[in-house]
Nanobody
């Protein structure tokens, strides 16, 4: 199986920055897309940013120009640099990835437990 462990969340003032990390471990043969989603209280989970194995990125309109997703393939880790944070960015942020495991030809999606990001003065 795959374990995804997020870190880097916390409380930050409006205009501040945070960097989220998500490290994947387990019987990983390959990873295609990785990404970040978020869920605010009372709202549905929404896409924040995704990155392909070759580094192609896609962002939600609400975070374009403020957030940057990147990945370190040898470390099976994905990052989310969040700048110019706004109160509306407050949410639980979830890491996800599409993995192929050793001796399994199928790809499956796995999710982390989530990390809280709170933007407040």
């Amino acid at each position: 199986q795959v374990q995804l462990v997020e870190s880097g969340g916390g409380l930050v003032q409006p205009g501040g920055s945070l960097r989220l990390s998500c490290a994947a471990s387990g019987s990983i043969f390959s990873i295609s897309g990785m990404g970040w989603y978020r869920q605010a209280p009372g709202k549905q989970r929404e896409l924040v940013a995704v990155i392909s194995s070759s580094g192609i990125t896609n962002y939600a309109d609400s975070v374009k120009g403020r957030f940057t997703i990147s990945r370190d393939n040898p470390k099976n880790t994905v990052y989310l640099q969040m700048n110019s944070l706004k109160p509306e960015d407050t949410a639980v942020y979830y890491c996800t990835g599409r993995f192929r495991l050793w001796r399994d030809p199928n790809e499956n999606d796995y999710w982390g437990q989530g990390t809280q990001v709170t933007v407040s003065s």
